[in-house]
């Protein structure tokens, strides 16, 4: 929770300040993130959802949206945002990683979106960007089994721009970002992954 | 095991299986090739998980005859009224909120095709064969062939085979996006049975009604609005959570 706060106003004052020219997110240590802890999130969410008779939800938590809504803000952002992705890159994560413009990772990473296997679903976009990037059967697969999946199937299946071997990935990041950031603009980026990435 | 038009259905487990059993090509006889009516009832039993598409015996489906659609035309029969029904079938099968599978072997072809293509995923046989033959008797693929082929495989390609008539074989099906997985010929049935339990057997219903909205919002909504949806369908899902480990923990 306090992470997308934090993660929210970083990124609105990246969006306003304009001295930027391209974001790099990464994890700290050996994996990028597993995401949310799910039992902190459900005690959050039952204690801030408001819901008719038959538990049908009136609105979604505030706290919920403005997560979703700093995801829209960091695709609209101007520079360039690469997602360098090594270790584990699970639920939420997964999803901060989707909505990032390119996805480097390390041949070692494992993505999923494991929700399902918590009788929940992804809640932040994940099965839309899964499904519009991989196709309707992958996405089905994936999200209802829960399973995890390898560097080498995300990037086959189009989820991952390039995969490096983990030791060069932040220096690969820095120089993709460099490369990319003098001209970007998203519409571009199929022609930026096969100019710098391929 | 409900006959209807040459279309089968039987329940197995909580997987229920569509076959289109009209050997050895199994044509269908309208473009509505069950009715409506038939379907939503086969298809709303409550503890149903899954539905498998496939065909009796070697092939899935050659499609409709379309001597019987000339012959309908000639005795002034309202085509575009049956070919509407085709279409609503069709859609009634893409927005079920549980999972499709088409287990195609042999050919499969117009619109045979076209139910492969409404179903959420298609798994083949190694010597399954495709082809949209409408346009070698001057007509095109009425039943949103066009339209899903083209969202599957791209224009170009969609166009070639469109425009071609001709057959092409499983590789490159899979290659163009038009079938998900290949498999060995003998093993269909049983991969595709076996995947969509799989898929289903540890999640309740709640679940995979869940998913399945959400992935056709992905399809039928601006990405805004899916992923407000989504994230509505996600909290759903977590107040129930959240009070049946609330209850558990209270017993």
Redesign the interface.
């Known amino acids: 929770m306090e992470f997308f706060r934090e993660f929210g106003e970083a990124l609105y004052f990246i969006s306003l300040c304009g001295e930027f020219h391209a974001l790099i997110i990464s994890g700290h240590g050996r994996h990028y993130s597993s995401g949310a802890d799910v039992?902190v999130?459900?005690?959050e969410?039952?204690e801030n959802?408001v819901?008719d008779e038959r538990?049908?939800?009136q609105h979604?938590?505030e706290f919920?949206?403005k997560?979703?809504e700093s995801?829209?803000l960091l695709e609209s952002l101007s520079i360039p945002v690469i997602s360098a992705i090594r270790g584990v890159c699970l639920g939420s994560a997964l999803e901060l990683a989707l909505f990032s413009h390119f996805r480097l990772c390390g041949e070692e990473a494992v993505f999923g979106l494991p929700?399902?296997?918590?009788?929940?679903?992804?809640?932040?976009?994940?099965?839309?960007k899964l499904?519009?990037m991989a196709?309707?059967?992958?996405?089905?697969?994936r999200?209802?089994?829960g399973s995890t999946f390898s560097a080498e199937d995300a990037l086959k299946h189009g989820i991952v721009d390039k995969v490096v071997p983990k030791k060069v990935l932040i220096p690969a990041a820095f120089d993709f970002a460099r490369q990319v950031m003098q001209d970007f603009r998203v519409e571009k980026r199929g022609l930026y992954i096969k100019k710098y990435l391929s | 095991m409900e006959t209807i038009n040459k279309i089968s259905w039987e329940i197995r487990n909580d997987i229920g299986i569509i076959t289109l059993d009209n050997p050895p090509e199994n044509y269908l006889f309208q473009p509505d090739f069950v009715p409506l009516e038939t379907l939503k009832k086969w298809t709303s039993y409550d503890y149903l998980k899954g539905i498998m598409i496939c065909g009796a015996g070697k092939h899935f489906s050659g499609g409709g005859k379309l001597e019987n659609l000339f012959r309908m035309i000639r005795d002034k029969e309202d085509i575009n009224k049956k070919m509407e029904k085709g279409k609503a079938v069709l859609e009634h099968i893409e927005n079920l909120d549980i999972?499709v599978i088409a287990a195609i072997q042999g050919i499969c072809f117009g619109g045979g095709l076209e139910i492969a293509l409404a179903s959420?995923?298609?798994i083949c046989a190694e010597n399954a064969l495709f082809a949209f033959p409408e346009v070698n008797q001057g007509v095109i693929p009425g039943l949103g062939g066009t339209v899903r082929s083209y969202m599957?495989s791209g224009f170009p390609r969609a166009m070639k085979l469109i425009l071609s008539g001709d057959m092409i074989n499983a590789e490159d099906a899979q290659e163009m996006?038009l079938v998900?997985?290949v498999v060995n010929k003998h093993k269909v049935f049983d991969h595709s049975f076996t995947f969509l339990q799989?898929?289903?057997r540890?999640?309740?219903l709640?679940?995979?009604n869940?998913?399945?909205k959400?992935?056709k919002?992905?399809?039928s909504l601006s990405?805004?609005e899916?992923?407000?949806e989504?994230?509505?369908?996600?909290?759903?899902?977590?107040?129930?959570?959240?009070?049946?480990?609330?209850g558990s923990g209270n017993q």
């Open positions: 039992p999130l459900l005690k969410i039952n959802v819901t538990g049908k939800l979604i938590p919920l949206s997560n979703y995801f829209l929700e399902a296997s918590f009788n929940l679903a992804p809640g932040l976009g994940g099965m839309y499904c519009s196709g309707l059967a992958f996405a089905l697969e999200v209802l089994k | 999972p959420h995923i298609r599957k996006h998900d997985f799989k898929l289903t540890d999640r309740p709640t679940v995979i869940a998913v399945m959400a992935l919002n992905a399809r990405m805004e899916a992923m407000k989504e994230t509505r369908i996600f909290c759903e899902l977590a107040v129930a959570e959240a009070r049946r480990r609330n």
